[in-house]
């Protein structure tokens, strides 16, 4: 686990499977049932939702990276450093504009991989915000799959593939499982919340990390991964509380890129 900081203002699909996808563990969410289960009153009474939620929380503002070749090929991007297309440099660029708008950010996080850096650092232009590359954030390894549609993944590896779909624990030939992923981004996310508290993050990363997110947020089985949808240049806004419990405020808002041609994926 490494972290760099760059400068303040100067970077495929991201996607855990071609059609954005992705399953992942998410075992360290100790202490949302007990705040989420405590409910007592109306939407709204003690903070947003049903849960009882106190202090101010850690805002991340999970932000997929913008569109690739490999994205509109719906293939798997992995760990591949797939250069953002002009439509995926305009999709950051609506995003930072976005993100600009007050409240405004304090921070940004990066995975490592140019698609998301550059991503990144349209949004530090925008923004001014300082720019931090954590390589736990980077997108889950697909191994032998790395560049494949998922049906030549399917074609070739047919075993493989139905045991990837059928447990976290298990994964692409030469890759890295859902399960291995989750260890790491909730390992960022910690470190996340430790240092920015009560600050409003940018989290500029792929399809699995922000997937795993969400699946901690919402206590949600791996199973219901594949039940979600992340465009390209996707916001998710996740609150982090200081009782380690979170609540998902928005998923795949691609409200900025209105007037544009939507991709789903």
């Not at 030939?173 to 470190?191: C, D, I, K, Q």
């Not at 699995?208 to 979600?228: G, W, Y």
Request: hydrophobic letters at 40%; proline letters at 5%; charged letters at 25%.
């Amino acid at each position: 686990m490494t972290s760099s900081e760059t400068s303040r203002a100067g970077a495929g699909s991201g996607s855990a499977g071609p059609s954005g996808t992705a399953a992942a563990r998410s075992d360290s969410a100790d202490g949302v049932a007990a705040s989420a289960s405590g409910a007592a009153g109306p939407a709204g009474a003690g903070g947003p939702g049903w849960g009882t939620w106190t202090g101010k929380p850690t805002v991340t503002l999970l932000l997929r990276h913008g569109a690739t070749e490999l994205s509109a090929e719906r293939r798997f991007a992995g760990r591949g450093d797939i250069a953002l297309t002009k439509e995926g440099m305009k999709q950051a660029s609506l995003a930072a504009r976005k993100l600009a708008a007050a409240p405004g950010v304090d921070v940004i996080l990066t995975s490592p991989l140019q698609r998301t850096r550059r991503t990144a650092e349209v949004v530090a232009e925008a923004t001014g915000a300082p720019l931090i590359v954590d390589d736990d954030l980077i997108e889950a390894d697909f191994g032998e799959w790395q560049g494949l549609t998922f049906a030549e993944a399917r074609e070739r590896w047919p075993d493989e593939l139905t045991a990837w779909l059928a447990t976290p624990d298990a994964a692409p030939p030469g890759g890295e499982s859902f399960a291995m992923v989750a260890l790491r981004v909730l390992a960022a996310l910690e470190r996340l919340v430790e240092a920015h508290k009560e600050k409003r993050v940018v989290v500029v990363s792929h399809v699995t990390p922000i997937k795993t997110l969400v699946c901690r947020a919402l206590l949600a089985p791996p199973e219901a991964m594949f039940r979600m949808n992340l465009d390209v240049a996707s916001l998710t806004r996740i609150d982090n509380f200081d009782n380690g419990s979170s609540l998902l405020r928005s998923l795949n808002d691609t409200s900025h890129l209105q007037g544009r041609r939507r991709r789903w994926f």
